[in-house]
Each structure stands twice: as structure tokens, then as C-alpha cells.
């Protein structure tokens, strides 16, 4: 299981921290990966990492303003959004990937799924 949380309201320019507390057994030795879906878009690809935290991948959208970490002692997976833009306004998903890469980009190369949190950025 994993649990999403940190999301809010938050003007444009701002930061916001997401996590992903996972209790689904295997936690540090899978990719992760963060997605987000807005109203009446698809779910997108917004950044992953691999078993160990040493490669992590971004989407093009993203690069620069977001990072993406983890702790595995602590079972947790991180998105760090910097100069938060308007059309960030999303709910974000963290995702278990199927191996062990950071390089799963694809909705279906996921296999277990957070309940999501809303992050909504004003201008």
C-alpha cells in the first residue's frame, strides 16, 4: 500500500513537498515514480527513480523545478516542487514500479498505486 500526501493550495512560484509512505513489501529494491493526472487529462509521467535513489528521470515539464528522492530506512518516496506554475494543478500519484530501473515512464510498467493528493497552484 502507499499513501500520497502533502499536496495543498499554493500560489504560483511557490514549493510544495510531496510523500509516499509505502507499507507494499519490497519498498528499496523497486523504481518509484511520481504521475499526476488533471481534470479531464490523462495520468502523466512526472519523474521516477531506481531501487538505490542514484538515477532519477524527469519529465521535460518538470526538469529543473522537481526532484525526486527516497529513503528506504524509511520506506518513503519524495517530490520536491519548486516555482510551482499554474498548470502543475494536478492530482499527483506515487507508483511501485515493476523492476528495479528508474526508467519505467509508462502507466502500465507500474504496478501498485497511492491514493493520490490534490495540488492546486494559483496564479
Known amino acids: 500500500q502507499l499513501q500520497a500526501s502533502g499536496g495543498g493550495l499554493v500560489q504560483a512560484g511557490g514549493s510544495l513537498r510531496l510523500s509516499c509512505a509505502a507499507s507494499?513489501?519490497?519498498?528499496?529494491?523497486?523504481?518509484m515514480g511520481w504521475f499526476r493526472q488533471a481534470p479531464g487529462k490523462g495520468r502523466e509521467f512526472v519523474a521516477s527513480?531506481?531501487?538505490?535513489?542514484?538515477?532519477?528521470y524527469y519529465a521535460d515539464s518538470v526538469k529543473g523545478r522537481f526532484s525526486i528522492s527516497r529513503d528506504n530506512a524509511r520506506k518513503t518516496l519524495y517530490l520536491q516542487m519548486n516555482s510551482l506554475k499554474p498548470e502543475d494543478t494536478a492530482v499527483y500519484y506515487c507508483?511501485?514500479?515493476?523492476?528495479?530501473?528508474?526508467?519505467?515512464?509508462?502507466?502500465?510498467?507500474?504496478?501498485?498505486w497511492g491514493q493520490g493528493t490534490q495540488v492546486t497552484v494559483s496564479s
Open positions: 507508483a511501485r514500479s515493476l523492476g528495479s530501473s528508474g526508467t519505467y515512464r509508462r502507466v502500465d510498467e507500474y504496478i501498485y
Open positions: 507494499v513489501g519490497g519498498f528499496s529494491s523497486y523504481g
Open positions: 527513480i531506481n531501487w538505490s535513489g542514484g538515477s532519477a
